[in-house]
């Protein structure tokens, strides 16, 4: 494996505490900031359940600020984009002059506030496709899927190369993707029509979308109008590349019948009662493609939907 | 008054037991078909609060079947929607040489049915804009508006005074409509945007429609898709009348600032757990519009999210 680095996951949740877990597997310095769990896991350590393989960090490095932490090597952001706010003041005090930043976030326009913070060039976006849950303090549930597709803000190549080398002696697959906003355009082709609808139709998982003909139609109506927006914002970045519709759709559809009962995290959320990500996955593609003139009557209602049960 | 008139409810459920109330009130001779609430009535007779005049029947003429009915001169249809396969059979029995079938109940092409069945020139539709609650067992309580908008199946304007007759000695006012088609796409410009987000945006009154900006917006929106929907239908009936939509619009966001934190019925069955009428206000008006070439991409994602939550 490469050189051992200093990593400091910022937001020790489910996805940041099993990523973490991971590098940490594999010889890395990782320090955990964490805010609810602090003395479970003083107590009990970082315990995985995983089909990748279960482990148990007995003592795990963690911070109840990231201040006690200071300068790393790479900092990985694992908030909910609802806590958006915070991220500026929780990251900060961990960056040094040749900190790399990986936003392992959900959701559009994320990377863009890092860029602005701590300079473009630092800045990598993180798509999770998995399934991961926190059971009782101390313990995380990794169910099924893991893989990472990160890409660069910038699409700087050797950039992308340095992140890839920090996973690649840890059990986590990772992909890398030449554009970035092309990824998480591609992955809220996804995320948009299944997530949105799995919470707006009442609490479902995705195999009911799947077999309900009218929320099958409306996924696929959804999709279309988040690839047009996606495109849109890929040619108004001057991208070279686009969203290739026919196969994307294609593929989207099959790769979920084979999924299952899937509940995707935003339905999660909801179940629990706690605050969707509804501005980062729904509102912030909508407001790029209105800006951008692209009409997506079915994103607008399904938007205003979700905001307003986010408030129930 | 005019002449006494033997009169059948079909379906003595809030609407029913209500307006038939009011008939019997004003002299008229009702009968009305009770399921649930027959001992309750017979024990405690018919009560009604209404800020139009409380009222009791104490002796109300209630049935266990439309054959120890009869044939009358009025049949009122006041089921719900949902039951509309009951309908044949516990209207037949009263149907006679001259009877006219008033058809009370939400939603398009319900008339259709009766029209098949008993005759068009027979059948009448009545549009209920109003707010009445079953509270116990043989008590009623009509909280808010009445009014009664009553057109003739093919529109004979001889016919529709005969149905306005059949009121006029009575506490509620009717309004007649020249054209039955229009009435009903014109609730369903209402009912539509506004029950159909009440619901979907997780069970919240008309009020916190009108005062989110996405949810008014997106009223706003579905509304232009039905008024767009109808008017293809009323051309297709080759009807001379369309819908005014710049004034429809105004007037009902109007009205509805008006109406403070109103329920909707659908609203209420959606959230006593009932059996919403998604068919007969939501999925008839999309499969017409789709039958006529007008898209209607947000009213075809609010039925298919309806259907899937009048099936939670």
Chains 1, 2 share one sequence.
């Not at 927006?229 to 790769?255: C, P, T, W, Y």
């Amino acid at each position: 494996m490469q050189q051992r680095q200093n990593v400091a996951i910022i937001g020790s949740g489910a996805v940041g505490s099993y990523y973490g877990g991971r590098l940490a597997e594999a010889g890395h310095n990782v320090h955990f900031l964490v805010r609810r769990d602090y003395h479970a896991v003083t107590a009990t350590g970082l315990n995985v359940t995983s089909p990748d393989g279960d482990f148990i960090l007995p003592h795990p490095r963690i911070f109840n600020s990231s201040g006690e932490i200071g300068p790393v090597d790479w900092v990985i952001c694992a908030l909910k984009a609802t806590s958006i706010s915070d991220a500026h003041r929780l990251v900060k005090p961990c960056i040094g002059p040749g900190t790399r930043i990986l936003v392992l976030m959900n959701g559009l326009g994320l990377e863009e506030h890092f860029a602005d913070w701590f300079g473009a060039g630092s800045v990598f976006g993180g798509l999770a496709f998995t399934c991961i849950n926190r059971a009782e303090p101390g313990h995380i549930h990794h169910l099924a899927y893991g893989t990472v597709t990160i890409g660069h803000f910038q699409d700087d190549p050797a950039e992308l190369e340095a992140a890839l080398s920090l996973w690649s002696g840890s059990k986590t697959r990772v992909i890398s993707a030449p554009s970035l906003l092309r990824a998480r355009w591609e992955k809220l082709c996804w995320n948009i029509p299944f997530s949105g609808l799995c919470v707006a139709a009442g609490g479902i998982t995705t195999d009911r979308v799947m077999d309900n003909s009218g929320l099958n139609q409306a996924a696929r109506h959804l999709m279309e109008e988040v690839m047009a927006a996606g495109n849109a914002d890929l040619s108004h970045h001057q991208e070279k590349v686009s969203i290739d519709r026919a196969a994307l759709v294609d593929s989207m559809f099959k790769r979920t019948s084979t999924m299952g009962a899937y509940k995707p995290s935003t339905l999660i959320d909801f179940v629990e009662g706690k605050a969707m990500e509804v501005e980062a996955i729904f509102a912030e593609p909508l407001r790029r493609a209105l800006a951008l003139g692209v009409t997506a009557p079915q994103l607008s209602l399904l938007t205003a939907l979700l905001r307003s049960l986010n408030h129930r």
